[in-house]
């Protein structure tokens, strides 16, 4: 048990493959893996708060069940006995989803939400629900509820959210996959303040129900210490589901995409350096020079881009994620609202006071800046941008200190506006500083081009891992 946990913890590399292969020869079985993945969730939780809870019986269940397919050679996936988290905003039969708050009530789903449900199809072992603010309303991880998720490279610190409980289970190794949802930048923050790797897919790549509060910003996607990890589980929750109708009835490119063998040789890739709101911390800066001087020097053809209608797209996406936090309000007896989360309140009564109007305005404006980052990324392979612009701050506090700034996403302007373009788009880690808090590397692909997001990532994980040292 201690040597599997201790691969689980350890930076050795990707892990899917080399725990399936292990499998299919027995020299691991899935129930030996997850006891050591639920040994490793017990563990760092009392310190980090990475997960609401954890559910050994069901998960040494499903590890033995999909030991037997592997014995018998029937394994379901690629991914069949691999420990997987799930984020306390999806649905998950017989388990107590609270979506980060008390105002929900604690008895167990009846049923998986599509995303769940494919991936128990594949045969994933989910070890447990990790932690997410109040409806995932902040890119930080805290909640009145059930407290403050901690920075596993400095527990005084936040590590992001808001999938930050995802992010810490990945970072520590209690668990290999992770199921996060990004609306703002709750899938790249978190993995990119905890050093590791997550993707938001193209909007409707992964079906979605119930539908979010806040529209169709928010998406659900894969995290995973490694990159290389991310496709396996993007492939097991893809696909059409009829209950999400914002999905759209027509498919998207398959994920199976390689690129040219000499990349990032010759490919043409747009440099967004400046975010639409707040400043670029020194040492991220530092940081993303340095791997855009790794990517010049493999043949990358480098050209600064201006991101298409910046003056706008603040005020855009706070009429979405504003209004979005009004309606999942409107949901809560009046007399069940006094321990919720008063930043919450806040936004909501934002998001209340606006008019129907100016709703309409901002997805007006919304179309024409999807639009024109459509044709932006006709023009070039990818964008990169730093993940964050910021360094991990105070764990429990909103913005970082000093900023001056009110609001979460004043931060994360590297985030949000490719919510509202539903493009997907990957962090990897870059070094980090001297003090040990991760920085990362964002790439932004076409819409559909997942598969080529996520075959950068991989090949631009190691060259950019020492980026910034």
């Known amino acids: 048990m201690a040597g599997l946990s201790s691969f689980l913890a350890k930076d050795e590399g990707p892990q899917v493959a080399a725990l399936t292969q292990a499998f299919a020869r027995r020299t691991l079985s899935p129930v030996e893996v997850t006891e050591a993945a639920l040994a490793r969730a017990e563990e760092i939780n009392p310190a980090l708060n990475a997960f609401l809870s954890i559910d050994h019986e069901r998960a040494l269940a499903a590890a033995r069940a999909a030991e037997a397919r592997w014995a018998n050679g029937t394994a379901l996936s690629p991914i069949d006995g691999i420990p997987t988290t799930l984020k306390d905003i999806v649905w998950v039969k017989d388990w107590s989803v609270r979506y980060g708050s008390g105002t929900t009530p604690a008895q167990p789903y009846a049923e998986d939400a599509p995303s769940v449900r494919r991936l128990r199809s594949a045969g994933a072992v989910f070890i447990g629900l990790t932690t997410s603010p109040e409806f995932g309303w902040k890119a930080v991880t805290d909640s009145p509820a059930f407290g403050i998720t901690r920075n596993p490279h400095d527990p005084s610190r936040t590590p992001g959210g808001s999938s930050g409980g995802a992010a810490v289970a990945a970072a520590v190794g209690a668990g290999v996959l992770h199921l996060g949802t990004d609306g703002g930048g709750s899938i790249r923050v978190p993995s990119a303040f905890s050093g590791i790797a997550g993707l938001k897919p193209t909007f409707g790549r992964v079906p979605a129900f119930p539908a979010s509060a806040f529209g169709t910003v928010a998406h659900i996607g894969p995290m995973s210490r490694h990159a290389a990890d991310l496709a396996p589980m993007l492939a097991a929750m893809s696909g059409r589901d009829l209950a999400d109708w914002a999905q759209g009835a027509g498919a998207l490119a398959p994920l199976g995409t390689r690129l040219h063998p000499d990349f990032p040789k010759g490919?043409?890739?747009?440099?967004?350096?400046?975010?639409?709101?707040?400043?670029?911390?020194?040492?991220?800066?530092?940081?993303?020079?340095?791997?855009?001087?790794?990517?010049?020097?493999?043949?990358?053809?480098?050209?600064p881009i201006d991101l298409p209608r910046a003056d706008r797209v603040t005020g855009m996406f706070e009429a979405h994620w504003?209004?979005?936090?009004?309606?999942?309000?409107?949901?809560?007896?009046?007399?069940d609202r006094s321990g919720i989360d008063p930043g919450f309140l806040e936004i909501a009564a934002e998001g209340a006071r606006q008019s129907a109007i100016d709703l309409m305005r901002a997805q007006a404006e919304r179309g024409a800046f999807g639009a024109a980052m459509d044709a932006l990324l006709e023009s070039y392979d990818f964008i990169v941008s730093p993940g964050v612009a910021v360094l991990p701050f105070t764990a429990g506090a909103l913005v970082p200190e000093g900023s001056g700034l009110k609001r979460w996403h004043?931060?994360?302007?590297?985030?949000?506006?490719?919510?509202?373009?539903?493009?997907?788009?990957?962090?990897?880690?870059?070094?980090?500083?001297?003090?040990?808090?991760?920085?990362?590397?964002?790439?932004?692909?076409?819409r559909g081009a997942d598969g080529a997001v996520l075959a950068a990532a991989e090949a631009l994980e190691p060259l950019l891992k020492d980026a910034g040292r």
């Open 267 to 303: 490919a043409r890739i747009g440099v967004w350096s400046t975010p639409p709101c707040g400043a670029v911390d020194a040492p991220v800066a530092v940081a993303f020079q340095a791997a855009l001087k790794v990517l010049e020097a493999q043949g990358a053809i480098l050209e």
């Open 322 to 335: 504003y209004g979005g936090a009004a309606a999942r309000l409107a949901a809560i007896p009046e007399d």
């Open 410 to 446: 004043l931060w994360a302007g590297f985030s949000f506006p490719i919510n509202l373009s539903q493009q997907p788009a990957a962090v990897v880690p870059l070094a980090s500083t001297a003090e040990g808090l991760p920085r990362s590397f964002q790439i932004v692909g076409a």
